[in-house]
């Protein structure tokens, strides 16, 4: 018996991928971004707040972001992936001095908890001022910054929630199906 359930055990864990569980990231998730400033003080929109699903292309290529009014708008290229926000400085640029001057990410749709961490990649050739987080929300703060031309800020988001797929459930099911249809034959054939 004990072998037995021993092999059903197997069985339900290669039918039941637990790497599904944690295979969420920001893949099909809805973006928002916008350009940000507190000059002259209070956090104000400075550009275009443009939208895209994230995918295989660059989601924001160049001239996405447009600046509003008397402000100006560094040119740039930002290209998510499943986990990873680049922003790409074709350009130089100086960024201007105040308490935060950078870009805004709000994601929707994405699962619970949504983003749980951000960190600078090793690849990148420019480190930002500063940035900051939320469940779905992504800050980056680049303000004062002297920005060589063809850099790349690269942001790593930690995973988002977990949801898993209707086939792990239903992989689960034929399992826990498994187990039962092996455990009461074993009853039967010892009886």
Not at 34 to 55: D, E, K, M, W
Not at 113 to 129: E, M, N, R
Request: aromatic share 8%.
């Amino acid at each position: 018996m004990k072998q037995v359930i021993a092999y059903a055990t197997f069985a339900l864990v290669s039918l039941f991928p637990i790497q599904s569980l944690y295979a969420a990231d920001l893949t099909g998730a809805t973006v928002t971004v916008g350009v940000y400033t507190t000059f002259p003080g209070t956090l104000t929109l400075a550009s275009n707040t443009p939208s895209a699903t994230i995918g295989p292309s660059v989601e924001f290529p160049l001239g996405s972001l447009t600046a509003l009014g008397s402000f100006n708008v560094i040119p740039i290229t930002i290209d998510l992936t499943a986990n990873t926000i680049d922003l790409h400085y074709p350009s130089g640029a100086n960024a201007t001095a105040t308490s935060f001057n950078g870009y805004i990410f709000d994601f929707a749709n994405l699962a619970l908890p949504g983003i749980t961490g951000v960190s600078v990649d090793p690849l990148s050739s420019l480190a930002p001022v500063g940035f900051s987080f939320t469940a779905n929300q992504v800050r980056v703060n680049v303000e004062g910054l002297g920005i060589p031309a063809n850099r790349d800020i690269i942001l790593d988001i930690a995973s988002v929630g977990a949801v898993p797929e209707p086939e792990t459930y239903e992989m689960m099911l034929a399992g826990l199906g498994l187990v039962g249809f092996l455990g009461r034959r074993t009853t039967r054939n010892a009886s």
